[in-house]
């Protein structure tokens, strides 16, 4: 019998999504609490990897059970489960599902701000630049919809079938004072790292350190230089998982706290 879970984390807490030797992961500890709620190994598969101190706002991951759930799991789930990771649902399927392969898009945002806050410094990036020019950095942006090739914008590319990427929409946004940036971006799938290089390329360009034509030259010459300087991880979240049979709005709160009310498009 499968299940979906829809949960939520702050990553700032965690070596990423992915279980690894040595760390504290996302699914480790899932796993180990489910565990020991059932007394006997449950494996999960997620729908992702996520970065280390990358946070999600809205994942999902599935899992095998021999009998259908007859308990208030939820409930005794989000108990034993530490603070900084939440379930919100959990959704018998029927057949046999994948939460990481059947996603037909993910959806993050990045959110920077340029004024020191303690109140956002796990939330959000800190970047120190008055600055940015903003309209060259959306030009930028447009650009990411009209190619499919990502092969410069991946820190180990020949890990991967192929490097191309269905990226769907992008968009960059500012708040009324100026001084608080958003990056959303959706695709059918993202290489490692692809997102926060992206975004260093981006400030690069709003510092004037790097032209449009340049940032437009890595699509065609499929590289980007010696030299990837991928923006923080504090302030990536992944922040929708959307199946063909399964399309549900995110539970927390957190990002639209964070988005505030008066985001602009540049």
Not at 102 to 109: E, G, P
Not at 155 to 164: E, V
Not at 197 to 202: A, N, R
Request: proline share 4%.
């Amino acid at each position: 019998m499968r299940y979906f879970f829809h949960i939520a984390y702050q990553g700032q807490y965690f070596s990423g999504w992915q279980k690894q030797p040595g760390v504290k992961s996302v699914q480790e500890v899932i796993e180990q609490t489910l565990s020991k709620i059932f007394k006997k190994t449950i494996p999960i598969i997620g729908c992702g990897r996520t970065d280390a101190h990358v946070h999600a706002s809205q994942f999902f991951f599935h899992a095998d059970f021999e009998k259908e759930i007859e308990f208030d799991l939820l409930f005794i789930l989000n108990k034993a489960l530490p603070y900084n990771i939440a379930a919100f649902d959990i959704i018998k399927m029927e057949g046999k599902p994948h939460a990481r392969f059947d996603a037909v898009q993910r959806k993050y945002d990045y959110f920077l701000h340029t004024y020191k806050d303690p109140f956002l410094s796990t939330q959000s990036s800190l970047y120190q630049e008055s600055n940015l020019d903003l309209h060259k950095m959306k030009s930028a942006v447009n650009l990411l919809t009209k190619y499919k090739d990502y092969k410069a914008f991946c820190t180990h590319p020949n890990k991967y079938d192929h490097t191309k990427c269905n990226v769907m929409e992008a968009d960059l946004f500012v708040n009324n004072k100026g001084d608080r940036i958003r990056f959303n971006i959706a695709s059918n799938r993202f290489l490692g790292k692809m997102i926060r290089i992206i975004m260093g390329q981006l400030l690069k360009i709003g510092k004037g350190e790097l032209s449009i034509d340049e940032f437009e030259s890595h699509f065609i010459a499929l590289e980007i230089g010696n030299i990837i300087a991928p923006a923080h991880p504090t302030g990536l979240y992944l922040s929708k998982v959307s199946y063909p049979y399964l399309n549900l709005e995110p539970r927390t709160d957190l990002v639209s706290m964070i988005e505030g009310t008066n985001w602009i498009s540049v």
